[in-house]
């Protein structure tokens, strides 16, 4: 018989992982703030700048949440600290949620200055780390089999 290589995550409610729960909300609020950004140095329109400070917002919010699960499992559990893909994905979305931290901030600026060009490098730069520690946290799931029901 095979034995078990499954590694249960610590954060968790009824045996379902929290952290891949919460993951897609902060990584649709920052890929939305690249796109009304981009929609705002196209237009000009004050309600683009806004749609990114209030994106950017709930993206901070959830992924402090999820960072906070995320840090749970790391810490919680030696085998998942021992996933290769682990340290990586950990720096890396801590890496992305700083940056969303200071544009959300840079976004509380006069609506010009908060998205060009800082706000808007920094939406692009978050969201080119995404799909990288995305791919990190699908290889701990489905490759690893971190926080996987038996």
């Known amino acids: ?4 290589v499954r590694v249960r995550t610590t ?9 891949p729960m919460l993951v897609p909300i902060p990584i ?5 703030a690249l796109l009304t950004d981009i929609a705002y140095v196209v237009s000009a329109e ?12 709930v993206g901070v919010i959830f992924g402090v949440l999820a960072a906070i699960a995320g840090l749970t499992d790391f810490l919680g559990n ?5 996933q290769s893909p682990a340290w990586p994905h ?3 979305n801590a890496v992305a949620l700083i940056l969303a931290i200071v544009n ?3 976004h509380t600026r006069d ?7 800082t706000g808007l490098v920094l939406s692009v730069i978050t969201v080119l780390i995404l799909p990288v520690t995305g791919w990190l946290g699908w290889a701990m799931v489905y490759r690893h089999g971190v926080g996987v029901a038996r």
Do not use: K, Y
Request: charged content about 10%.
């Open 1 to 4: 018989m095979q034995e078990d």
């Open 11 to 19: 954060a968790q409610i009824a045996g379902h992982p929290i952290h």
């Open 28 to 32: 649709a609020c920052f890929i939305g």
């Open 46 to 57: 004050i309600m683009w700048a806004n749609f990114s400070a209030w994106l950017l917002v």
């Open 78 to 82: 030696r085998r998942v600290r021992a």
């Open 90 to 92: 950990l720096i890396g």
């Open 104 to 106: 959300a901030l840079i």
């Open 111 to 117: 609506a010009w200055t908060s998205v060009w060009p």
